[in-house]
């Protein structure tokens, strides 16, 4: 385990005591740099984060660490510059040890090994390797060097016939064919279920048959259900079909035509986007309510749609339910097939997880794989999070993986989402905001429209309806009065600013923490 992977597995723990929304602002971005010497160095992006984390988070992070390397550890924060995150660095926590998981008895120790892999590049026997790419050929071949994580390899630029109906734009920066694909999000590491089998089918069939039948395709559903695997799945089989495929999140597809508006790149962004076969855009409710965004995606939808080419988009509910969405857009998603992903029952959470142990190459007892397929593992993506710390605390103590162990290594996890947290009531949120914003609470309930009072007034609906138990009525009615819409448009638009704007997390996360610790 190299030290990002450990503090992966550290801050999962913290997470689990941690509130969402503290742990979200606080500890989404930061990485694990270097363990040497019992020293343990975490990465943060700006000097505030760790001013924040150094006062109070430090015994937290210690203890976290501590648990996770099974020996006490100095931790120091340092800032550091971003690097992109990428899902293969942070969702899965191990590559396979060649052997089954139990390793030999005379290992190096952890800091031993960690210092062995710096000097050397090399692993020593025994140790688990980084994570490799992980399909069904890459099976008992030798372990490659190249993840995920490593810049795909140039290609040449791509050569576009004019398409009828396309603006031709002589853009100085060609596509380059950046489609940005997870190699391990295929459709044959898909296990499909019931809950999925629409989706799944769906999105096959676009695959084969790009542009032909369900155009767009919708895809939504909750968090970690395999959205954005199957986004993935269906531009591998584009490009294997030497089609031009681009996958981007709304976040990206945002900061560009931000960033084009700015330098006055507006051509050449259209350029880029309509020249591709195959457009994947994931998460589009966040495109909701930008108005330039919104704007810029309207053309490239119908520019795309009319050259018959395919798109397919994740959401985390389904166009009708994205309330500050254009309504030409709505109709446009809704034209195609709308596909909904469900939590896997059971037998194919089972099943999920043994094909993960396969990728893996790492053995575990048919009781154990059952234990962790408990029901409490509604999402993908946190069962996978529970193999990996299965097998990291077995891997870190040496032992056999048993249920018994199993509980051990998931106890906290289990055990302490029984809490529920401390509820606040929208009256102590109204007058916390009012508090941090220095505005009186008249002005937040009247019809003021200046921004000075309208952002404090979404940040205090966001907050009631995250921290409080109230209806959207009930906001509304502590609010002066308005509508549950108007209440949801405030939630999302925090929600999205939240997820794209770092000091506004960092600002949500202080007015919440100025609420906890209210005098
Ligand atoms: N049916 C499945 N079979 C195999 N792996 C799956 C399946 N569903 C989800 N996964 C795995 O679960 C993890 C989370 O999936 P993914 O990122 O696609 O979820 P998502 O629905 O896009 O979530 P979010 O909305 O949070 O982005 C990934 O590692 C993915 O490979």
Not at 347 to 352: D, F, G, K, S, Y
Not at 462 to 482: D, H, K, P, V, W
Request: net charge neutral.
């Amino acid at each position: 385990m190299n030290a990002k992977q450990i503090w992966q597995t550290a801050i999962e723990r913290l997470q689990a005591k941690v509130p969402h929304n503290i742990f979200t602002t606080w500890f989404q971005g930061t990485t694990g740099l270097s363990f040497q010497d019992g020293v343990f160095t975490v990465g943060v992006s700006t000097p505030f984060a760790k001013s924040h984390l150094e006062h109070r988070f430090a015994d937290p992070i210690r203890f976290a660490l501590g648990e996770v390397i099974g020996n006490p550890v100095e931790v120091q924060i340092v800032v550091a510059k971003e690097r992109p995150q990428t899902e293969a660095t942070t969702d899965i926590l191990f590559s396979p040890p060649r052997r089954p998981h139990r390793l030999g008895k005379h290992r190096p120790s952890l800091v031993q090994r960690e210092k062995h892999l710096a000097e050397t590049g090399a692993n020593p026997k025994g140790f688990i390797l980084p994570l490799q790419r992980l399909n069904k050929d890459s099976v008992n071949q030798p372990a490659q060097e190249q993840t995920w994580d490593d810049e795909p390899p140039a290609r040449s630029p791509i050569q576009i016939p004019a398409t009828p109906g396309l603006k031709t734009v002589k853009s100085s920066t060609p596509y380059t064919g950046e489609s940005q694909l997870n190699p391990r999000y295929t459709f044959d590491a898909f296990i499909v279920g019931k809950s999925n089998q629409l989706a799944h089918a769906a999105s096959k069939a676009a695959a084969e048959k790009p542009g032909q039948i369900y155009n767009p395709l919708f895809l939504y559903g909750g968090v970690g259900l395999g959205k954005t695997h199957l986004l993935h799945a269906v531009g591998h089989e584009g490009e294997s079909k030497g089609l031009t495929v681009l996958y981007v999140t709304s976040e990206k597809f945002t900061n560009e035509i931000i960033n084009a508006i700015r330098y006055q790149k507006t051509e050449e962004f259209r350029a880029k986007y309509r020249q591709i076969d195959i457009l994947l855009v994931d998460d589009i409710q966040f495109i909701a309510g930008k108005e330039s965004t919104e704007e810029e995606f309207f053309h490239t939808f119908n520019t795309l749609h009319n050259a018959n080419k395919q798109i397919v988009v994740t959401s985390d509910r389904p166009p009708k339910a994205i309330h500050s969405l254009q309504d030409r857009l709505r109709s446009r998603f809704e034209w195609g097939l709308l596909a909904d992903v469900q939590p896997p029952e059971y037998e194919h959470r089972l099943a999920i997880l043994r094909s993960k142990t396969e990728l893996l190459h790492f053995p575990v007892p048919n009781e154990v794989i059952e234990y962790i397929a408990r029901p409490e593992r509604a999402n993908v993506r946190e069962l996978e999070g529970a193999l990996n710390r299965v097998i990291a605390y077995a891997t870190l103590h040496n032992v056999d993986i048993t249920t018994h162990i199993a509980e051990a290594a998931l106890e906290n996890l289990y055990t302490e989402r029984k809490h529920t947290p401390i509820k606040l009531t929208v009256e102590e949120v109204l007058e916390g905001v009012c508090r941090y914003y220095n505005v009186e609470i008249e002005r937040i309930r009247s019809k003021q429209r200046d921004r000075e009072i309208a952002w404090p007034r979404q940040v205090a609906m966001y907050l009631m309806r995250e921290e409080t138990t109230a209806s959207l009525q009930q906001i509304g009615a502590a609010l002066g009065g308005r509508d549950h819409t108007t209440i949801m448009h405030g939630w999302e638009k925090v929600q999205a600013e939240i997820k794209n704007n770092e000091r506004v997390r960092h600002e949500i996360a202080a007015v919440l923490e100025s609420l906890q610790h209210r005098p």
